[in-house]
Structures are given as C-alpha cells and as structure tokens.
Nanobody
Framework: QVQLVESGGGLVQAGASLRLSCAAS????????IGWFRQAPGKERELVAS????????YYADSVKGRFTISRDNAKNTVYLQMNSLKPEDTAVYYC??????????????????WGQGTQVTVSS
C-alpha cells in the first residue's frame, strides 16, 4: 500500500503563495491518479485538484481554478500543489490521496486507498 506524507503548509497572508508536496513511499505512484482534498473547520472534505499519471487530465474545483496548479514528478514519487493568490477561505487542512486502483481518476466519490496525515494551511486577511 502507498504511504503519503504532505508537507509545505503554513501561516501566510492573503495574496501569498505556498507549494504543498505529497511524498509517496511503499510503492511507485506513477500509475495512480492523485488528488488533493481539503477540509475546513465545520465543513466537509472537498476535492481541490487531481491529475492523471502523466500530470495531465487535471481537474480543479471552481474555487481554485486559475490560482492552484497540480503537478507531479514521478521520478521523485511526489505530487505538488502550487497555490497562488491565497485567500482566507483557502484555510483548511490539505490532504493528498491515492485511489484503490491504478489509472482511476480521482473524483469526489472515488474510493480512496491512501490518505496522508494532512498539512495545515492558514491564510490571514
């Protein structure tokens, strides 16, 4: 099973940028689509972005489109989420996730096999 570890979160002011990393171990993730989710206090977890095995077939939630970019480096077994022009409403714990089966697109309802522990992103106004 894949183990995922997120990093790169922090406290920033509105308008700033952060890059989150999701480092995988246990097996290669090159054949897995990967998704980034977030969960704000009192809200349900939501899918923010996902990408296919080669970094294409990307999806972005409307709320982050044009500001966030998902990418991956399969040689490093790592997926990234570049977050620009951050807003207070982006404050949440961010998780990366891998589905149960290879080549399966990550959507809001895709069965997830592996979750990271999450990294906190706090954006002050």
């Amino acid at each position: 099973q894949v183990q995922l570890v997120e990093s790169g979160g922090g406290l920033v002011q509105a308008g700033a940028s952060l890059r989150l990393s999701c480092a995988a171990s246990g097996r290669t993730i090159s054949n897995y689509h990967i998704g980034w989710f977030r969960q704000a206090p009192g809200k349900e977890r939501e899918l923010v972005a996902s990408c296919g095995t080669g970094g294409s077939n990307t999806y972005y939630a409307d709320s982050v489109k044009g500001r966030f970019t998902i990418s991956r480096d399969n040689a490093k077994n790592t997926v990234y989420l570049q977050m620009n022009s951050l807003k207070p409403e982006d404050t949440a714990v961010y998780y990366c996730a891998a589905p149960r089966t290879l080549y399966t697109r990550v959507t809001a309802t895709t069965p997830i096999a592996s979750w990271g522990q999450g990294t906190q992103v706090t954006v002050s106004s």
